[in-house]
């Protein structure tokens, strides 16, 4: 489904070309958050957004879905974390090796698919692979889905941070990567 979603985008860029117009992708749905920095010297309004964002250590990451809410929050805290729009691979990757989700208040590791089967019984979702979906899609079960996992614990990526206190655009961490948060998450993974 993916795949064909792709091969359509291609097909209306080339058939726009040829026209002499334009395509415009439509925008992503979800982003990634990683916080990069720490507790110290962060204003109580920044840190209330953290803890929203369900951010509470350095590394902690979690999806997020995009309207105009988050993405003011997400500017709000922007010097604190670093976030982009990860693709089917790199969300596959993290929910297999790092997903770990909540069942009454416990942290239990994915193994099976049992425990998605015992939770979403009622919304027809009975694999591992259909919570990933409705990650990726934004589907209508996404909030449920979100909570359902606990917040990514991620390793400090390899070859490390380059600078925190610079954004990403200026050659540092924080900030927006858009598509490149792909390559930030299998180095950390």
Known sequence: M???TLKQIVKYKRTAR????????AEPKIAFVV????IRGVSPKVRKILQLLRLYQ???GTFVK????TKEMLRIVEPYITFGYPSLAAIRSLVYKRGFVRVNGQ???LVDNELVRQHFQCE???CVEDLIHQIYTCGEHFKKVNKFFWTFHLA?????????????VDGGDYGNREEKMTKLIHRMV
Do not use: C, D, M
Request: proline fraction near 5%; glycine fraction near 14%.
């Open 2 to 4: 993916v795949v064909a």
């Open 18 to 25: 040829e026209q002499g117009t334009f395509f415009v992708e």
């Open 35 to 38: 916080r990069i920095r720490g």
């Open 58 to 60: 350095v590394h902690n």
């Open 66 to 69: 995009l309207n105009g809410a």
């Open 107 to 109: 942290r239990i590791p």
């Open 124 to 126: 027809g979702l009975v």
């Open 156 to 168: 400090s990526p390899k070859g490390g941070f380059t600078y925190k206190l610079a954004h990403f």
